[in-house]
């Protein structure tokens, strides 16, 4: 047999490293699913909205985002549907992370450009302003409400790929029937157990008032020194349900309302290290492996006219 050409060298080279390349990617997939499987329900953190296949799983960071954009567009007085147009924005721009990055110099939730007088870069990166900037675009468009989504969209955002909020709606639908409070318990986080650091009540009361405005603000009614009680107690808050002035009267209003402030709790449970939340007769516990809701009784219920939040001590 006589020696090998080049050309066949080459071709049998190339038949080595597609195999090679290919053995590397299976290796690459096997470990990923093998660490899916061991961190992936169990080991991290995930929120959930909705249930069966009309859901949407998504992380404590998205969550904390997405609550703090719902509140600030009810504490707006402004309908459900600017809440979900605000989400699904967000959803596309950043896919609710409030990155540093971006096209050209855009930043933060919205992706918002400086340049382009939506703020300075620290003002754009604050969620609570940059999602109040955005709804003040939105209440200039008349008609936003009855607008498709992706047209009320556009007209606040100016994107070169306007229909691309469109895929995000469903999801968006979902996280603002729950955030506004008409979907009661609806949403659930299996957040950690916040043994790493204690909660502040301070940090809570800021949180709550900076979102919801002075209403909000709650009462510290056991834990901490400023309560009279051992440093040792977890912190209990209560936060006082009201309804906003001008809103329809009713038990209806007022519970909308408590479940509002309670998924908002428990959608910034991780970032606040909340440890539990009750409204009503329903508690959510954050040691809880499943992460939802379930039925209070005794003195673990809060009842209506409050919603408690206790703190990782």
């Not at 038949?15 to 290796?27: N, S, V």
């Not at 930043?107 to 918002?112: A, E, K």
């Not at 950690?192 to 809570?204: K, L, M, N, S």
């Not at 936060?239 to 809103?247: D, M, N």
Request: net charge positive.
């Amino acid at each position: 047999m006589g020696p090998v050409s080049e050309p066949t060298r080459t071709r049998r080279r190339g038949r080595l490293a597609r195999t090679a390349a290919a053995f590397a990617a299976l290796l690459g997939l096997a470990g990923y699913v093998a660490l899916h499987q061991m961190t992936g329900s169990t080991g991290s953190p995930r929120c959930t909205v909705g249930s069966g296949d009309n859901r949407y799983e998504f992380t404590p960071e998205q969550a904390s985002n997405a609550a703090t954009i719902a509140a600030v567009g009810t504490t707006r007085g402004l309908p459900e549907r600017a809440v979900t147009i605000a989400l699904a924005t967000a959803l596309q721009e950043s896919a609710l992370r409030n990155i540093e990055h971006g096209d050209r110099d855009s930043l933060g939730l919205f992706q918002q450009r400086p340049s382009q007088g939506w703020g300075t870069p620290e003002q754009i990166m604050d969620p609570v302003y940059a999602a109040g900037r955005f709804y003040q675009g939105l209440e200039k468009v008349p008609g936003y409400s009855r607008l498709p989504l992706t047209v009320a969209a556009q007209k606040v955002q100016r994107s070169g790929f306007p229909q691309a909020y469109a895929k995000h709606e469903p999801d968006a639908a979902l996280l603002s029937a729950a955030l506004t409070g008409r979907s009661p318990a609806a949403l659930t986080c299996s957040a950690r157990t916040a043994e790493d650091r204690p909660g502040d009540p301070e940090q809570v009361r800021r949180e709550l008032v900076r979102a919801f405005g002075a209403k909000a603000a709650p009462k510290l009614v056991a834990g901490g020194p400023s309560a009279g009680r051992s440093a040792a107690e977890p912190p209990v808050l209560m936060v006082p349900v009201r309804t906003a002035a001008g809103s329809a009267a009713g038990a209806g209003a007022d519970e909308r309302r408590g479940w509002e402030l309670a998924q908002w709790a428990v959608a910034r449970a991780d970032a606040l290290r909340i440890s539990e939340v009750a409204y009503g007769d329903r508690v959510w516990r954050a040691g809880e492996a499943r992460g939802g809701w379930a039925k209070a009784t005794g003195a673990s219920a809060a009842g209506p006219a409050s919603v408690r939040v206790r703190l990782a001590p």
